[in-house]
């Protein structure tokens, strides 16, 4: 797809609530109550995992800005406040559910301070905060740093352990490695990694600028 129509791609999600929605079930099941704050990191997690593996594609139509108290879709801030009894979605696109599921997976557990942690240092946050509190956070800024710094050493260590004979956790060894196109089926519950043993790393941000 060309330069010129990308932008008029169509959001996997025709809302935000509907992802809103889906972590709040989440959290629901798990007997977890999940704070706007938390909600709102999650969100952009999301958002910028999907974009990093479907071609800068938005999972929402949500624009996230920097803030003192970490990425905010400012059109939710309201809502998440007051939300209550939302619907369960139903028949989310597969692509879209398989993303929410791995950020849900890999991030549900975190507390808001490890989640404002690991989002302070993917690099993006930290270079809009120096421009200004309230500015926009960049998909494709988002999508490359994320894709950089943690879906291509994901796939990197895949392929190491596949050479090797070794099987990664979760996953087939005959697994294909998933890569940061349009055409690749889903996102295998291996990425993003962080250590092995399966803690948050505390500093993850690639060593040069991405952006």
């Known amino acids: 797809m060309s ?10 999600l025709k809302n935000s609530l509907l992802a809103v929605a889906w972590f709040e079930a989440k959290g629901t099941e798990a007997g977890r109550r999940i704070p706007p704050r938390k909600m709102q990191m999650l ?5 910028a995992l999907y974009a990093a593996v479907n071609g800068c594609r938005l999972l929402m139509p949500s624009v996230f800005v920097a803030s003192t108290m970490g990425p905010q879709d400012p059109n939710l801030y309201d809502i998440l406040e007051n939300a209550k009894d939302l619907p369960m979605p139903k028949e989310l696109e ?26 302070a240092h993917d690099g993006v946050m930290e270079e809009a905060l120096q421009t200004a509190t309230g500015a926009i956070l960049p998909l494709p800024a988002l999508a490359d740093a994320y894709r950089r710094s943690m879906i291509e050493p994901a796939q990197a260590e895949q392929a190491s352990r596949a050479r090797t004979g ?5 996953t087939p060894i005959s697994a294909p490695i ?12 291996n990425v993003p990694r962080m250590t092995m043993g399966g ?9 040069r600028r991405v952006y």
């Open 199 to 207: 803690k948050p790393v505390r500093r993850w941000a690639p060593k």
């Open 43 to 47: 969100l952009y997690i999301a958002q």
């Open 166 to 170: 070794q099987v990664i956790e979760n």
């Open 178 to 189: 998933p890569e940061p196109i349009p055409e690749q089926e889903g996102l295998p519950d």
């Open 3 to 12: 330069d010129a129509l990308e932008q008029f791609r169509t959001p996997a």
């Open 94 to 119: 597969p692509r879209a559910e398989a993303c929410l599921t791995l950020v849900w997976r890999r991030f549900g557990g975190m507390g808001v301070d490890e989640l404002d942690n690991f989002i």
